[in-house]
């Protein structure tokens, strides 16, 4: 019966998404106040009635029902019940109904929470999210339903969720990245809104922001947490493959890191307006064109979900759709918005214009990677990969170009700067962050590496620089700690948002260039050598768990011959699949990590064992994390909270008590 109404309450969904696309849209269109009213309390009923559906799907996992066949091939009876519940999201199915829940419900929030905006860009922004989820729900319902039931004919027990999905990291990972992913919907209705209004201006970057950067900070989270996954859960120590489907949620960070900087300029400074929506319609394109990447099966990953051409064709249309439409749409509006403001070639204005096309540039250089094997294959080349080395050079000088501008922007002035002006006041950073530069790798390992020397020094450069101009918005007041807590939120955020760039540049850095690993075979009380590190191989034992058996070995590590503690890494067989897993033990700080993973066992009871010594890789999700905490700082920002709005004759709705921040 759960998986009756989970299908029913789909199709309910499906026809209020329906209303909701058209009817306030009509309305918006003949100033008709009581169809435009229908779009928040369709978009409401619609997250009901999908929450509904998603709901019965966890039902059905937790009750073991096997008559449904996604159930059947994504768990079983033994599986732990925190695994059952994000077997949900472990195969194409639930994980396409995972986003249209997510999607349901930021159509919900905008219901919610946009009680001060005029009542026609509501009913168009929840319009457009209707005609997506209409898209989505259609998916669902028609290729890849997950409430089909396998009667008569049902398996006593289910196929078990994939291995490497059985892990805590994949609980949290899919949701948090499809937050992220679904997110830029929003922004992306609220561009096509502005182009159906004829308004694009202060207010509507102002709307806009926040729903932006809150997709940002949980794509930059759900990114983290699939990176650190991938460390410690597939055994070979990395932390990043530019495989496909991580390079498909890479590419609307990217763009969608562009979105929020044009955004900012929009909202204080009226210019970038044409730019910034083409930023918001490349950035949701970004993020339809990884749901078709990953479903399609036109590119190989250990990720992908489903490789059945039916459903990357579905999928290819609607991109088709949606893109097409949209830039159609631009194409016809966007002689509409000029410029208000106006400045030089050497402005803040041109720095962040710039910094925007970095990221562009580096959006569309990962989009070629992703896609070249298509591309050579088209050409009769055959299926070419592209592998770490094209990415890398792409981006290392791209990396140190952004972390430049991000420390000298805070110094460059609105409209016009000197540039002797400029060059007085960073001069002195400047020198320093070039000595320091070449004075923290050799001491951290006695030589010199180019390109670390370069990653050190702009990252220092940044460092420096955020220091200088925190002390000098501070230096005035009484009381550093209250001065620092009185600086506005959307300040905050902007540091935090950069300083996290510069961890993970350094972590990046020195542990793919200070990455030390071997790779032996042990047998008992034999020993390998790492820095000022022994580990000792003590032998396996095996144990047996609830749905896998597993062999755990035993090293214990020392640090210069004094005994620092036992690691334990794991090589398991999962009883459904018969798939073997591996399980590193790992030691940290925030120095380094101590990596060990248990390969094959060989006839003589030797072991194949990985040791790897990698400093600073914990850098990498720590600034992630700060930077993701700059974002949910800036949407904390008291202009983003206010709620009354007048209107003024001729212009959008502005907030009472703040127009000045907005007019600069």
Not at 132 to 147: A, H, K, R
Not at 180 to 208: E, K, M, P, T
């Amino acid at each position: 019966m759960l998986a009756e109404l989970g299908q029913f309450s789909l199709i309910v969904a499906l026809s209020v998404a329906c209303l909701l696309a058209t009817l306030p849209m009509i309305g918006a269109h003949r100033s008709d106040n009581s169809l435009m009213q229908v779009a928040r309390p369709a978009a409401l009923v619609q997250m009901l009635f999908v929450t509904a559906a998603f709901v019965a799907l966890v039902l059905l996992f937790v009750r073991n029902d096997f008559t449904v066949a996604y159930v059947a091939a994504h768990s079983n009876s033994h599986l732990p019940v925190w695994f059952k519940i994000s077997a949900v999201w472990g195969g194409h199915e639930g994980s396409l109904l995972l986003w249209v829940f997510m999607l349901s419900g930021w159509t919900g929030a905008v219901a919610l929470f946009s009680g001060g905006l005029p009542q026609e860009t509501v009913a168009r922004t929840l319009g457009v999210m209707g005609w997506i989820s209409i898209g989505f729900l259609s998916f669902v319902l028609f290729t890849s339903n997950p409430f089909d039931r396998l009667l008569p004919d049902f398996p006593f027990d289910g196929n078990d969720l994939n291995p490497l999905l059985q892990d805590f990291g994949l609980i949290i990972h899919p949701p948090t990245l499809y937050m992220g992913y679904v997110g830029f919907s929003v922004v992306f209705a609220f561009a096509i809104a502005g182009l159906l209004n004829g308004q694009l201006d202060s207010a509507w970057a102002r709307w806009s922001r926040p729903w932006t950067l809150i997709a940002w900070c949980f794509l930059t989270i759900g990114i983290a947490l699939g990176s650190w996954w991938a460390y410690y859960e597939l055994g070979w120590g990395g932390w990043w493959f530019w495989d496909p489907v991580e390079n498909a949620s890479l590419m609307p960070w990217l763009s969608g890191t562009a979105l929020l900087h044009a955004l900012s300029v929009t909202e204080k400074r009226k210019v970038f307006k044409s730019w910034t929506v083409m930023l918001a319609i490349i950035t949701f394109s970004l993020s339809l064109l990884g749901t078709f990447l990953v479903r399609s099966g036109v590119l190989t990953s250990v990720h992908a979900f489903a490789s059945d051409p039916e459903r990357g064709l579905f999928i290819l249309i609607f991109l088709g759709i949606v893109v097409g439409g949209s830039l159609t749409l631009f194409a016809m509006r966007s002689h509409l918005f000029k410029a208000e403001g106006r400045y030089t070639t050497f402005s803040r204005e041109t720095l962040i214009m710039f910094g925007n096309l970095l990221l562009v540039v580096a959006t569309f250089a990962v989009l070629l990677g992703t896609l070249f094997p298509l591309i050579s294959e088209a050409f009769g080349q055959g299926k070419l990969s592209v592998g770490p080395p094209y990415f890398n050079l792409i981006f290392m000088p791209l990396a140190f170009a952004a972390l430049l501008l991000m420390g000298s922007a805070p110094f460059v002035k609105w409209k016009k700067q000197s540039w002797r002006e400029f060059a007085s006041s960073m001069g002195g950073t400047a020198a320093l962050s070039l000595l320091l530069g070449f004075a923290l790798p050799w001491f951290y390992s006695g030589g010199l590496n180019w390109k670390v020397v370069l990653a050190t020094t702009f990252c220092v450069w940044l460092f420096i620089a955020t220091g200088k101009d925190i002390i000098h918005r501070t230096r005035s007041k009484a009381s550093l700690l209250g001065a620092l807590v009185a600086l506005p939120n959307s300040y905050k955020g902007m540091i935090l948002g950069h300083v996290g760039i510069a961890f993970i540049v350094l972590g990046v850095t020195y542990t793919s260039f200070y990455t030390n690993e071997i790779d032996s075979r042990l047998s008992q009380g034999e020993s390998i050598h790492i820095e000022n590190y022994r580990f000792e191989f003590q032998g396996v034992k095996m144990h047996e768990k609830v749905n896998y058996s597993a062999a755990i070995g035993q090293i214990d590590v020392y640090k210069d011959e004094g005994f620092l503690l036992s690691l334990s890494p794991e090589k398991r067989v999962y009883a459904v699949q018969k798939n073997m897993m591996t399980e590193a033990a790992i030691e940290w700080n925030l120095a380094r990590d101590l990596y060990v993973a248990l390969g094959e066992s060989f006839d003589d009871g030797s072991w194949a064992v990985r040791v790897s010594y990698k400093p600073f890789v914990r850098w990498i999700w720590l600034g992630a994390l700060i930077s993701a905490l700059g974002g949910f700082f800036v949407v904390a920002d008291r202009r983003y909270r206010l709620k009354r709005y007048r209107l003024d004759a001729g212009q959008s709705r502005l907030p009472l008590s703040n127009e000045r921040l907005i007019n600069p």
